[in-house]
C-alpha cells in the first residue's frame, strides 16, 4: 500500500549541499533516518502529511531542510553546509497511525526506503 523509493544520495565537498528525493505513495507522516557506520539509526528530519509540522534533529538544524509535493507523491530533504559528520545511509520512512505531532522514533516509522549513501568529504 506504501511504496518509498529514494534517491540522491552521492559524493559532496564538505560545504556542499545535496537534495534527496523520496516518491511515497499513499497520505502519510514522512521522516528522513541516516545511519553511519557502528552508529544506530538516528532522526535527521520529519514533516506531516500536510506540511504544516515539521521536526529537526539539533544536529541538522539551520542547514537541512524538508519539504513534500503532495501533487507529485514526493518528499525532499535539501542538505546544506554539508559536513564529513552527516555521512551516512539516509533512509526514507513512512508512519501511517494517526497523530499530532511528528515522530522521532525508528520505532514508530511502518514502511521504509532502501536507503541512499551520502557521503560527504572534508
Known amino acids: 500500500q506504501v511504496q518509498l523509493v529514494e534517491s540522491g544520495g552521492g559524493l559532496v565537498q564538505a560545504g556542499g549541499s545535496l537534495r534527496l528525493s523520496c516518491a511515497a505513495s499513499?497520505?502519510?507522516?514522512m521522516g528522513w533516518f541516516r545511519q553511519a557506520p557502528g552508529k544506530e539509526r538516528e532522526f535527521v528530519v520529519g514533516?506531516?502529511?500536510?506540511?504544516?509540522?515539521?521536526s529537526y534533529a539539533d544536529s541538522v538544524k539551520g542547514r537541512f531542510t524538508i519539504s513534500r509535493d503532495n501533487a507529485k507523491n514526493t518528499v525532499y530533504l535539501q542538505m546544506s553546509s554539508l559536513k564529513p559528520e552527516d555521512t551516512a545511509v539516509y533512509y526514507c520512512?513512512?508512519?501511517?497511525?494517526?497523530?499530532?505531532?511528528?515522530?522521532?522514533?525508528?520505532?514508530?516509522?511502518?514502511?521504509w526506503g532502501q536507503g541512499t549513501q551520502v557521503t560527504v568529504s572534508s
Open positions: 514533516i506531516s502529511w500536510s506540511g504544516g509540522r515539521t
Open positions: 499513499g497520505r502519510t507522516d
Open positions: 520512512a513512512a508512519h501511517l497511525g494517526g497523530g499530532s505531532y511528528i515522530r522521532t522514533n525508528a520505532w514508530a516509522y511502518d514502511y
